[in-house]
């Protein structure tokens, strides 16, 4: 239930008493937390309508969501991924900022439930996401009413699975027999949170290492992976709202100021007039700060 | 179990899956997001080794003694308030900052246990009190081996109940048959905290009042409040750090800036850079963020 096996041997973990559903939940302040972290809300700065505040009761508002993930608050043993994802943005969506951390849960669930059944690897998270189905698929779609999510265009000859129509789309799932692990598949290559799914959430392991291996406060750690991440690989979530030339671009200017803290200031200052938002990318800093969590970063 | 019975009636709670357990958690959340509160930590101010992200592990980590409180995860009705009060403080201390937030939980435990109860009101949170016993007394006196703690000498005539003293003064406490609310009764001129206990949490339930009759963000009605509460009583744990003029002198500068946030930005510098740090008022604050969204103020 505690993740116990990958943590590091030898070592008393600091904070013997917390669940990997206590580590989520602080996963999702720490990532909001984390400054600069350019275009998107953290400690320092707001959007228009997007407040810090809303991100805090996002992430008390996501428990009973994550909890069923971890097969806690239940009867009848684990239920569905896809219920527990569900559960978990109807929860977060207990603010007046609409979508905050939707993303960060499509994360977060997966990784909770391998946590909670000590298999936090990316085999384990392979694991979880490959046993999931065609009901697990219905509940993602059913999410997307919850909350108002930006979304690219859906697959060619695939309108019928637009996640914008939310639980309209469910029949033709159904039709299809399209399990959740199925649904990531098809859109992996547009969106960097099905990539994760796809890929044992290989971007989210490696920095969950790079920010265990760093040093000083966690949550510079955190702005550090996430400069890193950006610049690494477009933000999807900006190729959506600006284009690929657009996502393409802030990675470069990301690129530049990595490892400088203080350089990056100067792009979260002009990335939030610009309108660019790297939300996916805080996504996977979230689900990074998870991992790095689990397995004993000092907070 | 929902306080339900405390909410404006006719009106939807804009919250309607949070329980006092998650009010209570979000409140220590929104206490030290809310910015300017001089001298404490908040969103815009670390301590050189106390910053916020302690707080937000703090908060996180004393939700199981916060279930306590409520009756949650227990399978022999409600355990008794002290046994939850130490340990939602053993959860909080599970980060490198030491003591965040025991001023805070000692309010809030008994908050919540009427909350939970249908009865969060004065004079609910007096029966609250007035239920303790001694075993409460003896627990938390045992929370304060968990954390340092800065407190006062303790009252003329009782070296033998110094707290500082830990679980070691308990054997004194039985031999007086001291419960819990006696303890805060010995205590109430001295340390604010303690006064909100045998008060009913009267400055509690008023800055909840003009927290939900404010306007704007929460974060800023909470900052508001807390220069109110300030203004117009000087703070204990300022006094017991820097004597009963300088605590009375703080009030007096806060009282100047009161109502003006911008203002007292240039009084958060001062405080930071003098060392006065009006914690007690920050407990307050927390708490009165606690009724405030029983109460259905929006975030």
Same mark, same amino acid.
């Given at each position: 239930m505690s993740g116990e096996g990958d943590r590091p041997s030898g070592r008393a973990h600091p904070?013997?008493?917390?669940t990997p559903v206590d580590h989520a939940e602080l996963a999702l302040l720490l990532e909001v937390a984390?400054? *600069?972290? @350019?275009?998107n809300v953290d400690r320092r700065r707001d959007h228009d309508d997007l407040r810090f505040e809303h991100f805090l009761a996002g992430a008390v508002g996501a428990r009973p969501g994550l909890r069923l993930a971890a097969g806690?608050?239940?009867?009848?043993?684990r239920p569905p991924l896809g219920e527990a994802f569900e559960r978990a943005v109807r929860g977060m969506?207990?603010?007046?900022?609409?979508?905050?951390?939707f993303g960060c849960l499509l994360l977060l669930v997966p990784l909770v439930r391998a946590a909670a059944t000590d298999r936090l690897s990316p085999a384990g998270a392979r694991e979880v996401v490959e046993s999931t189905t065609v009901d697990d698929a219905a509940a993602f779609y059913r999410a997307f009413e919850h909350v108002d999510v930006a979304v690219g265009d *859906?697959? @060619?000859?695939a309108d019928a699975l637009d996640v914008r129509r939310g639980a309209d789309a469910v029949p033709d799932l159904r039709a299809r027999g399209l399990t959740l692990a199925d649904v990531m598949e098809l859109s992996a290559d547009r969106d960097g949170n099905a990539r994760e799914w796809t890929t044992g959430f290989e971007r989210t392991f490696a920095a969950a290492g790079a920010v265990r291996d760093d040093e000083g406060p966690v949550t510079d750690r955190l702005a550090r992976a996430f400069l890193d991440l950006l610049a690494e690989r477009p933000d999807t979530l900006v190729a959506v709202e600006h284009g690929d030339d657009a996502a393409r671009e802030a990675s470069r200017r990301a690129a530049a100021v990595r490892g400088d803290l203080d350089a990056a200031e100067d792009l979260a200052e002009a990335f939030h007039d610009e309108g660019i938002n790297p939300g996916t990318t805080a996504d996977c800093t979230a689900a990074a700060a998870f991992v790095a969590l689990e397995r004993g970063v000092p907070v």
């Amino acid at each position: 239930m505690s993740g116990e096996g990958d943590r590091p041997s030898g070592r008393a973990h600091p904070r013997p008493d917390m669940t990997p559903v206590d580590h989520a939940e602080l996963a999702l302040l720490l990532e909001v937390a984390s400054t *600069p972290k @350019p275009g998107n809300v953290d400690r320092r700065r707001d959007h228009d309508d997007l407040r810090f505040e809303h991100f805090l009761a996002g992430a008390v508002g996501a428990r009973p969501g994550l909890r069923l993930a971890a097969g806690e608050g239940s009867d009848d043993g684990r239920p569905p991924l896809g219920e527990a994802f569900e559960r978990a943005v109807r929860g977060m969506s207990q603010q007046d900022g609409d979508n905050t951390q939707f993303g960060c849960l499509l994360l977060l669930v997966p990784l909770v439930r391998a946590a909670a059944t000590d298999r936090l690897s990316p085999a384990g998270a392979r694991e979880v996401v490959e046993s999931t189905t065609v009901d697990d698929a219905a509940a993602f779609y059913r999410a997307f009413e919850h909350v108002d999510v930006a979304v690219g265009d *859906p697959p @060619p000859d695939a309108d019928a699975l637009d996640v914008r129509r939310g639980a309209d789309a469910v029949p033709d799932l159904r039709a299809r027999g399209l399990t959740l692990a199925d649904v990531m598949e098809l859109s992996a290559d547009r969106d960097g949170n099905a990539r994760e799914w796809t890929t044992g959430f290989e971007r989210t392991f490696a920095a969950a290492g790079a920010v265990r291996d760093d040093e000083g406060p966690v949550t510079d750690r955190l702005a550090r992976a996430f400069l890193d991440l950006l610049a690494e690989r477009p933000d999807t979530l900006v190729a959506v709202e600006h284009g690929d030339d657009a996502a393409r671009e802030a990675s470069r200017r990301a690129a530049a100021v990595r490892g400088d803290l203080d350089a990056a200031e100067d792009l979260a200052e002009a990335f939030h007039d610009e309108g660019i938002n790297p939300g996916t990318t805080a996504d996977c800093t979230a689900a990074a700060a998870f991992v790095a969590l689990e397995r004993g970063v000092p907070v």
